[in-house]
């Protein structure tokens, strides 16, 4: 039992450093090496978690080489467009001026449903509204939309909204974040005098607060339990 | 290329200590092998101490290296060679069991070529 317990630790600190390594990509996001890699990392440190038969060795050598072959073919897409191309495949734009381009869905094996469920899942439901489709190669699908179909914005309007800026917590669950209180040029004492004129006198009540860059503080005292 | 150049190295490292596992075994098995060879041969002109001592050296050196054998080898693999050690003495101790005694060690032999050949890098082990 002891065996199987050090096994699955060591495999599994040997697979969080692997997916920490590929970056900051979900799975729906992930390119097709990506994907690739996470199956075969899952696939080899679940055999010698199994079956104690198997040397270590064989479940932790064959994944750090793959985190390898991973991160050199990471380098060599950033490098060569080329390379990128052919490990991560090209985006195809299957919408073009408000027209479907068939070969491009074909080659992509992309059907109507899909691309109109995509659409509808972006919530637009006429084709002609759209210029370009973009399926990506992630699989995820970039719509434009003609200029009079796109959402207005503040600087159309010519309106002057306040950029409240990165807004970051000072208290999480109760946990003072001493780091972000330096970062947002405030102080304990600041702090204290917020709080105390919430009613609280310790961060140890507070859920979540939270502030702006032009000082705004969005607050949540913690639920007392019944 | 910082990292482009570290991955290179790790699997050059790897490659180089997998190959040095196989140059391991080779040496390991060759010697075991030859000294199991001439335990027979021993046995086969009656002199039943010397096969004895012989065999018991070859044990012993399997015992010396049986960490390193288990982290590198399939368990399964090295625990069959565990028992033929054990069978092939004590046919060898038995003065009635000479035919036993051929049968096993041919198989000790066989079992522990098997553990070389099976990490050689040649085609057949690739496919």
Not at chain 1, 51 to 70: E, R, T
Not at chain 1, 170 to 195: F, H, Y
Not at chain 2, 31 to 51: F, K, M, S, V, Y
Not at chain 2, 63 to 78: D, I, M, S
């Amino acid at each position: 039992m002891i065996i199987a317990f050090l096994r699955t630790i060591i495999l599994y600190l040997v697979i969080i450093a692997g997916i920490r390594l590929m970056g900051k990509h979900q799975v729906g996001e992930m390119e097709p090496s990506e994907l690739v890699l996470a199956l075969l990392i899952a696939d080899l440190a679940a055999v010698p978690m199994q079956d104690f038969g198997i040397p270590l060795f064989n479940g932790v050598i064959p994944i750090i080489a793959l985190i390898c072959v991973a991160m050199i073919l990471s380098v060599l897409t950033v490098k060569s467009l080329k390379i990128r191309s052919i490990i991560c495949g090209k985006p195809s734009i299957v919408v073009e001026q408000g027209e479907m381009r068939q070969s491009e869905m074909q080659k992509n094996r992309l059907t109507i449903d899909e691309l109109m469920e995509e659409l509808r899942l972006q919530g637009i439901t006429d084709l002609s509204r759209v210029k370009y489709a973009i399926l990506e190669t992630s699989g995820q699908l970039s719509v434009l939309l003609y200029p009079e179909y796109q959402p207005v914005t503040a600087g159309q309007m010519s309106l002057n909204e306040k950029d409240g800026g990165l807004t970051v917590p000072l208290i999480n669950d109760g946990r003072l974040i001493t780091e972000n209180l330096k970062r947002c040029g405030v102080d304990e004492n600041w702090l204290k005098k917020q709080l105390k004129t919430r009613g609280f006198h310790s961060h140890k009540e507070v859920f979540i607060m939270m502030l702006d860059e032009n000082k705004r503080i969005y607050f949540a005292p913690k639920e007392v339990s019944k | 290329m910082k990292q482009f150049w570290i991955a290179i190295a790790i699997l050059a490292a790897i490659f180089i200590g997998s190959m040095a596992n196989t140059w391991i075994l080779h040496n390991l098995t060759t010697n075991l092998t030859a000294t199991l060879a001439q335990a027979e041969e021993l046995a086969r002109h009656g002199d039943i101490n010397g096969a004895i001592e012989k065999t018991e050296k070859a044990q012993k050196q399997w015992k010396k290296n049986t960490g390193y054998l288990y982290a590198v080898l399939r368990h399964a693999e090295t625990d069959t060679v565990e028992v033929l050690f054990m069978q092939t003495l004590e046919y060898l101790k038995d003065k009635d069991s000479a035919g036993e005694y051929m049968a096993t060690n041919q198989s000790l032999i066989a079992q522990i070529k098997l553990l070389h050949e099976m990490e050689e890098l040649n085609i057949k082990n690739v496919l």
